[in-house]
């Protein structure tokens, strides 16, 4: 089946640690961004990568950091720095072809900070 | 900076009526929406993506209209059932980044 994965589903962090985030897309999709949703928010675009080995910082990057070292994978470092990590964290992917395409979303990682 | 504002938050209908949901936006430069939905701890479903040079899109009950000159989009769901009801989202798409509103979050009453 062609589809994106994320993992862990949950995740607990304590205070100072760094945690990563999965996300794995087996759609050949050259595009990839990783999402936060907070309750009664629209989603906020934390990084995105259009091709390998190069990403952009969205909206809200601070205390985030990435790496695209392969087409089919796209981890999410959540750093001690991001003041208020505990979110719904979800990643997607696209095509890239002549203008913006359609985004296709993994089933998400809820991380809670204890 | 493109802003997407969904009203209202939150819709309940009785079963067998038929849902429209708003989404408005205040640039006109995009490049498509997009409608998902979204259930309780999951993730985002696409529905239907409207191209900028489209005026609607239809698929099954889900019927989707783009206004870009008033800066709307409305999607319509014909006949609703129970197990429609979940958060309806719209995001619309500048430079490769899409905008989402907060959602409409909709229950079909049995």
């Known amino acids: 089946d062609g589809g994106i994965t994320q993992s862990p589903k949950y995740l607990f962090r304590k205070e100072g640690q760094n945690v990563t985030l999965s996300c794995e897309q087996n759609l050949n999709h050259d595009a990839m961004y990783w999402y936060r949703q907070d309750p009664g928010q629209g989603l906020r675009l934390i990084y995105y990568?259009?091709?390998?080995?190069?990403?952009q910082k969205g909206d809200i990057a601070e205390g985030y950091s990435v790496s695209r070292e392969k087409k089919e994978s796209f981890p999410l470092t959540v750093t001690s720095a991001q003041k208020n990590p505990t979110a719904f964290y979800l990643c997607a992917s696209s095509i890239v072809s002549g203008g913006f395409n359609e985004q296709f979303f993994g089933p998400g990682t809820r991380l809670t900070v204890l | 900076k493109q802003e997407v504002t969904q009203i209202p938050a939150a819709l309940s209908v009785p079963e067998g009526e038929n849902l429209v949901l708003n989404c408005s936006f205040t640039d006109s430069a995009i490049y498509n929406l997009q409608w998902f939905r979204q259930d309780p701890g999951k993730g985002l479903t696409s529905l239907l993506l409207i191209q900028s040079s489209q005026r609607e899109q239809t698929s099954g009950r889900l019927n989707a209209s783009l206004d870009k000159s008033s800066g709307r989009s409305t999607l319509y769901i014909a006949a609703s059932q129970p197990g429609d009801s979940a958060t309806y989202l719209c995001a619309g798409a500048n430079d490769y980044k899409l905008s989402f509103g907060a959602g409409t979050t909709v229950t079909v009453r049995a």
């Open positions: 990568s259009q091709i390998v080995n190069d990403f």
